[in-house]
C-alpha cells in the first residue's frame, strides 16, 4: 500500500520529500481509500471526444461526437493498468455546419449508412514523468484497424467532489493519416494546397467518477427539473 499511496502523490506532482505535514498525512489516507479501476466510470457530461483538421492550410476546423460509450478496465487504484474500450456513433458527427456534416457521413468520408460504428480498444499504458503517459491501442474506422499510440496526461485529481467521491480528469491526443483508414476524398486548389489536410488530431477529455457520484448528480439533476 505505501508504494501505491507513494506512485499516487507523485502523479499528483507532490514530492516524497515534502515532510510529513498533517496535510500530506490525511492526503495519504485518503488516497489508500480509492477505487479500483473498474469501479470508475466515465462521465459523459463532463467528457468529449473531438477532432480537429486543417482547411485549405489557413484555418483550423474542429468537431466533436456527441454520442458514444466507453468502459474502463484494470485493478489497480494507482492508473498502472488503466485500460479503456470506446464505442463512437459516427451518424452523430457534429462541426457545426449540416452540409459539412452531411458530407462527412458520405462515402466520401466516413460512410456511415455502411459503417455505423468506430471503436478503440488500448493494448497498453506506460507512465512518464510529471504526470504524462502514452496510451497504445488500436482504431477502428470504415473496418479499417491500426494501431495507434495516444499522448495522454493526467489533467487533474479532487479527492472529494460535490458528492464527497474522488474524481479524476485525463487528456489525450494522437495525429493520424486519414488515408490509412481509407479516408482518401481530396481536392487541390490552384496553388497546389488541399482543401481537407490527410493529419487530422484526434483528442478526448475525459472525466472518471464513482458510480455513487454520478448517480448522485442523476438525482441532484432531476430535482433541478434538468436530464443529461
Request: hydrophobic share 45%.
Amino acid at each position: 500500500m505505501a508504494t501505491l499511496w507513494k506512485r499516487l502523490l507523485s502523479l499528483l506532482g507532490l514530492a516524497e520529500g515534502d515532510g510529513k505535514t498533517n496535510g500530506r498525512r490525511t492526503l495519504e489516507r485518503r488516497l489508500q481509500t480509492l477505487p479500483r479501476l473498474s469501479d470508475w466510470v466515465i462521465d459523459p457530461m463532463h467528457s468529449a471526444i473531438e477532432f480537429r483538421v486543417m482547411h485549405m492550410g489557413i484555418v483550423e476546423i474542429r468537431g466533436r461526437f456527441r454520442r458514444w460509450e466507453a468502459k474502463v478496465r484494470g485493478t489497480s487504484p494507482d492508473f498502472s493498468d488503466l485500460a479503456v474500450e470506446i464505442e463512437v456513433d459516427m451518424d452523430s458527427i457534429q462541426t457545426d455546419v449540416e452540409a459539412r456534416d452531411a458530407h462527412l457521413k458520405s462515402p466520401d468520408f466516413f460512410d456511415v449508412a455502411t459503417y455505423p460504428k468506430a471503436f478503440f480498444k488500448s493494448t497498453r499504458i506506460e507512465w512518464r514523468p510529471l504526470r504524462t503517459f502514452q496510451l497504445h491501442g488500436e482504431l477502428t474506422l470504415k473496418g479499417v484497424t491500426h494501431a495507434i499510440t495516444l499522448q495522454g496526461e493526467l489533467k487533474s485529481f479532487v479527492l472529494k467532489d460535490l458528492f464527497g467521491q474522488p474524481r479524476v480528469a485525463f487528456y489525450v491526443s494522437a495525429p493520424i493519416d486519414r488515408r490509412a483508414w481509407g479516408l482518401t476524398w481530396q481536392m487541390e486548389l490552384e496553388g497546389g494546397e488541399v482543401v481537407v489536410d490527410n493529419i487530422v488530431h484526434i483528442e478526448a477529455h475525459v472525466e472518471l467518477a464513482t458510480p455513487q457520484a454520478m448517480a448522485a448528480m442523476q438525482q441532484m439533476l432531476a430535482s433541478m427539473g434538468a436530464s443529461n
